[in-house]
């Protein structure tokens, strides 16, 4: 018999978080989260999100064993000061059953329904900084910390739900080797000196923190015209100080300055540690936080994680100053691979930065809509 199950206790949202692990073994290009991190993120007195959104966990089980499980959100920031009637769903995993994928699916609908949401979407998060999409083509490469992974057969659960596919993605890579550096190291000069512009570099992370705040700004103000985007709130940016700056290395961030020091540019680049992750099986310890520490010095591989420039400083080439930055670093680096994280494919403005590196296509991912 088959029962859908809320998740209300620390328990239950243990084995929400778990269930992925029974559905992949250690051969799988999945990639494991941090079971106790991964935990912290739906804990609504610890995660800032919850000031203006709220989720609704659940998990299907058969004969008492889980099956599937879903997050049904609500971004009211979204709903009500965007105006975009959107009932979001994520964390969305299943065995190959469509019974169980349509009675998660149809529980996100009764909520939308019930606080008058027009549509639903999915595989989404919280946020623009949450994973998003349904992998549809790549599913041999090996997925990263923060993306999701699937089996090919979650697609044909969503169009047998009767859903329309409302966003694309695609992940890319390309090998250090294809970095021809001639063409930045010569346009960063001219477009250091033209708009009177420095970069920033960074050996310490406690030097990093006092530029984090005005990089979030500059994040909203550079993807405010996408279609998906929700502002980061000054909560927000707090828990991803604490969350996610300490896990970068310091030299693996850039900022660009004007002549008043006033930040219009940025890119952040974190080491791969899809490797790291499936060796920690879950768990920081006893092992898994040298995993990752590892990773995090020797990594071979890294994740353009996200850049953004000023709308007018935008197409006026900033981007020479910080590739020339990187390419500084990554010259004496073990880094042979550089990875980009999903991009939406109607974000032609970031795909026109990578052209010159001849990037390889690795994955492509969508979302999923359908009217409530």
Do not use: C
Not at 181 to 190: L, V
Request: hydrophobic content about 40%; aromatic content about 16%; overall charge positive.
């Amino acid at each position: 018999m088959l029962t859908l199950e809320e998740v209300k206790s620390q328990a239950q949202l243990k084995a929400f978080v778990k269930f992925p692990f029974s559905l992949y073994d250690d051969s799988s290009p999945w990639v494991p989260p941090i079971i106790s991190q991964e935990m912290k993120g739906f804990d609504t007195k610890e995660n800032p999100v919850f000031e203006y959104a709220e989720a609704n966990l659940f998990v299907a089980k058969r004969d008492g064993k889980i099956v599937g499980r879903i997050a049904a959100i609500i971004n009211w920031l979204e709903v009500k000061k965007m105006g975009l009637k959107k009932m979001r769903f994520g964390w969305f995993d299943f065995i190959d059953d469509k019974e169980v994928s349509k009675i998660l699916l149809d529980k996100v609908a009764e909520i939308g329904r019930s606080n008058d949401l027009e549509f639903m979407e999915g595989p989404v998060g919280f946020s623009n900084l949450d994973k998003v999409g349904v992998v549809t083509e790549g599913f041999e490469v090996i997925g990263s910390m923060i993306t999701w992974y699937n089996h090919p057969y979650y697609k044909s659960h969503y169009e047998a739900y009767d859903m329309e596919i409302e966003k694309g993605y695609y992940e890319a890579q390309f090998p250090f080797t294809a970095v021809d550096p001639t063409p930045f190291r010569r346009m960063q000069g001219i477009i250091r000196k033209r708009y009177n512009l420095k970069p920033v570099n960074f050996t310490t992370t406690k030097e990093i923190m006092p530029y984090v705040d005005e990089m979030f700004d500059l994040f909203n103000t550079t993807y405010a015209r996408l279609s998906s985007f929700v502002e980061i709130t000054d909560r927000q940016k707090a828990y991803f100080k604490k969350k996610f700056i300490p896990f970068v290395n310091p030299e693996y961030i850039k900022f660009v300055l004007d002549k008043d020091d006033k930040m219009i540019g940025f890119a952040i680049v974190l080491p791969s540690f899809a490797k790291a992750l499936k060796k920690a099986k879950g768990k920081l310890f006893p092992f898994g936080f040298f995993h990752l520490l590892k990773a995090k010095k020797n990594s071979d591989a890294v994740a353009f994680y996200l850049i953004g420039i000023l709308p007018e400083y935008q197409n006026k080439g900033v981007t020479a100053i910080i590739f020339n930055e990187f390419y500084n670093v990554f010259i004496n680096s073990p880094v042979k691979t550089f990875y980009r994280t999903p991009e939406l494919d109607e974000n032609t403005a970031i795909h026109q930065l990578w052209k010159n590196f001849d990037p390889v296509i690795t994955r492509r991912r969508k979302t999923y809509k359908k009217l409530l």
